[in-house]
T-cell receptor, first 114, second 114 residues
Framework: DSGVTQTPKHLITATGQRVTLRCSPRSGDLSVYWYQQSLDQGLQFLIQ???????AKGNILERFSAQQFPDLHSELNLSSLELGDSALYFCASSAIAGRTDTQYFGPGTRLTVL | QKEVEQDPGPLSVPEGAIVSLNCTYSNSAFQYFMWYRQYSRKGPELLMYTYSSGNKEDGRFTAQVDKSSKYISLFIRDSQPSDSATYLC??????????????FGQGTILTVHP
């Protein structure tokens, strides 16, 4: 158990809908990263927050947004969902921005868009 | 061309064999190199972490980095059926503008049969 929690474990929804994925980092970790894992693209970085502020952005679609709250949990919002958004979404946390050696991954949320 | 290339396998070996997993990369700014293990439907688990070039050993696992060739390896000695998983290499140029963002290889599927 990495100490990173993600809810829900599974989400099944329809095209055009909006969903929210939630992540709670390990106790004491200030940095949260979101990744998407699909069969064709592999594991890809989406966005990073550090202590409530956006720090880095990857290949995140404009339909996707994220935020980190004062209690350090983070939410990833996916809207106008398409079939191609079906994937595993992982959250990772680390203590300090840039400390990749302590980046721990959660169990993921499996999103299925029908 | 992807920044990080990794042969997806699958790789099947008998128990007790030495396993060699490799990745090549094109971004010379990468300084931090990691290997993650991912069991089916689980989050990636950090196995090894190396900064810059050199070797690192941890039990049955040895990580090697050759920055001059842009090539990293993971060796697993005395492989066990419990080592059966997908192995992902990951890299970062943390300290630059990426703030710890990881770039992953596609992952190699390993099966160790009794």
């Amino acid at each position: 158990d990495s100490g990173v929690t993600q809810t829900p474990k599974h989400l099944i929804t329809a095209t055009g809908q909006r969903v929210t994925l939630r992540c709670s980092p390990r106790s004491g970790d200030l940095s949260v990263y979101w990744y998407q894992q699909s069969l064709d693209q592999g594991l890809q970085f989406l966005i990073q927050y550090y202590n409530g502020e956006e720090r880095a952005k990857g290949n995140i679609l404009e339909r996707f947004s994220a935020q980190q709250f004062p209690d350090l949990h983070s939410e990833l919002n996916l809207s106008s969902l398409e079939l191609g958004d079906s994937a595993l979404y992982f959250c990772a946390s680390s203590a300090i921005a840039g400390r990749t050696d302590t980046q721990y991954f959660g169990p993921g949320t499996r999103l299925t868009v029908l | 061309q992807k920044e990080v290339e990794q042969d997806p396998g699958p790789l099947s070996v008998p128990e007790g064999a030495i396993v060699s997993l490799n990745c090549t990369y094109s971004n010379s700014a990468f300084q931090y190199f990691m290997w993650y293990r991912q069991y089916s439907r689980k989050g990636p688990e950090l196995l090894m972490y190396t900064y810059s070039s050199g070797n690192k050993e941890d039990g049955r696992f040895t990580a090697q980095v050759d920055k001059s060739s842009k090539y990293i390896s993971l060796f697993i000695r005395d492989s066990q059926p419990s080592d059966s998983a997908t192995y992902l290499c990951a890299m970062s140029d943390a300290g630059g503008t990426s703030y710890g963002k990881l770039t992953f290889g596609q992952g190699t599927i390993l099966t160790v049969h009794p």
